[in-house]
C-alpha cells in the first residue's frame, strides 16, 4: 500500500514548504489540499451568484497539481510549488490573492464544498488507506491542510500537526511575498478562528498527529525531521 503522510496546521505555519521538500525529498506525490479550496472560491467569486448545488459545482471543477521535481542535496533557496490548474487554466497566483484568502475559508466551511473535494482528495492520495493506486505510480503521498489527518486520511502512517507563533508566521509570509507585516498576522488569525469554528471537520490536531512548533526552527531542521520520522 502507499505511504500516507498527512501534515496539518494553522495559515502560514510553513505546511506547504515543508510538506513539498518531504515529498521530493522521497519521491513522494506532493498534494497541496489547500489550493483545491482556494480554486473553488476563485470560482465563486468569478462567477458572482451562488451555485444552485455546491456539490456539484465543486465535482464538476476539473482540479490538478502538477508534480514537482525530486529534490537532490540540498533545499532550495526559494520554495517550490506545484502549478495548479483549474478547468484547463493556470491559476496558480490567480489563486494566491488577498481576496481570495478573504473569502476562502466561508467557502471551505460548506458541507457540499468538503465532501466533493473529499473525494478528489482520497483519489489522488491512494484512497481513504492507501490501498489503491496513487496516480502517477508514487510509493507515497504527502498531502497538506486541516482535516488531514483527522478527516481524509485517518490511518496515515504518520501526522504531523505544524504550529508556530502567529507573528512568526507573519513574518515568515513578508519575507516569502511581501506585504504588511501586522494586517498579514490579522488576516492570519481572523482565518485560523474561522477554520477552527466550522462545523464539519475543523481545524484541529488530530489525537494521534505528533505537533511540532516550528517557531524557532528552520524550514530544513523541520524537513529533516519529518523525513526522518518517514523513514523510521
Ligand atoms: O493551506 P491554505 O492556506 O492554502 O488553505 C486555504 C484555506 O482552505 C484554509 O484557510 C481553509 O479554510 C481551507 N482548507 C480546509 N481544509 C484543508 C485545507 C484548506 O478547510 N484541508
Redesign the pocket.
Known sequence: SVFQCAIDGP?ASG??SCAAAVARTLGFAYLD???L??CITLKHLRRGTDPTDWHDFTAATDLRLTALPPLTGTLDAAPVRPRVYMDGEDVTAAIRTPAVNEH??FI?AIPDVRTALLAKKRALGGGIDGTLPVPGGYAGVVMD????GSTVFPHAQLKVFLTAAARVRAERRVREAGGDRDLIEQELVK?DAL?MARAVSPLRKAGDAVELDTSAMAQGEVVVMIVGWVRD
Open positions: 495559515a505546511k506547504s489540499s489547500g489550493a479550496f482556494r476562502v475559508s471551505a491542510g486541516r482535516d488531514i482565518r477554520d
